[in-house]
């Protein structure tokens, strides 16, 4: 199962006007629906830096704590705090290593 799965996202993209638009939607609200917003903000370079972050913090590295495209609102950011990130105002805990992998996913497909 995938982390997009398992967190009930899916990613989509549409092409207007020859620009590609990359889309991540939640099948539930509540959680999902917070994880989609905050990935659709994410473009390559940002992800790219959450990722690299994380493995810093994995590695017990310095990093960068708070992260938060410009794109999205601060009710959206990011916080890395070990072992987890803290997603959103909603105050969400998710492991490092699986917000990662999430994240690795959404960067994939914004490469594909």
């Known amino acids: 199962m995938t982390k997009r799965e398992q967190f ?3 990613f989509s993209k549409a092409i207007i006007d020859g620009i590609v638009f990359y889309f991540c939607n939640a099948t539930q609200t509540g959680s999902p629906q917070t994880f989609a917003t905050i990935l659709e903000g994410y473009d390559k370079f940002y992800a790219e ?30 916080t890395i705090v070990p072992p987890n990130v803290v997603v959103s105002s909603h105050n969400y805990q998710i492991p490092l290593q699986v917000w990662k992998e999430l994240m690795q996913e959404w960067l994939n497909f914004l490469k594909s």
Not at 56 to 68: E, F, K, L, P
């Open 8 to 10: 009930n996202l899916s």
């Open 49 to 78: 830096d959450l990722i690299e972050a994380i493995d810093s913090a994995q590695a017990g590295q310095y990093y960068v704590d708070y992260h938060h495209p410009d794109s999205l609102t601060d009710d959206f950011g990011i």
